[in-house]
């Protein structure tokens, strides 16, 4: 385990400051939101600190992904019901980014409207389509012949 002195989520993993723990495995934990947009909304963290999904190791994003299956398995077969979820992860301030742990968010969705919105009404600057897959696929071919 790997922790940071000034992190909170670190410090739920300490048990430094209180939070409603749902379950956890060997390399993640899982807690209610203080802050919920929706009944059971849950935030799950690799008990390894890494700042965001992409500089996340491997066995810490399985440990994650398999605590975020379990907790959206116990809230299905538990009295909340949702009728969905939402599965999201924020990577940088721009992107809504608040705490410097990379976390998971488990958001039960029960009525159109409610929960979470994926907000494509707000579609602002987009690209044509063909030139944003032709810009991931001349990376593609950099990487492959390792050349950035
Ligand atoms: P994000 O904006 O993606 O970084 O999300 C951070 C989330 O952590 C927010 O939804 C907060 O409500 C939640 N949060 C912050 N501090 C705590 C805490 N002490 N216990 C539980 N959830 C927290």
Redesign the pocket.
Known sequence: MCLVKDC??CK?IKKE?P?KIILENEGAIS??????IADG?T?VIPKKHSIDLSTTDSESLKYVIQLVHDVAQLYDGSKLKPWGFNYL??QGSIA????NHF?M?VIPKYAKGEGFKFGKEDRIYIEDVDKVYEIIQTQISKNKKGTK
């Open positions: 909170i989520f739920i400051i939070a807690f209610l939101d203080i802050n919920p909304h935030i992860s924020n809504g980014q608040e705490v976390h968010h």
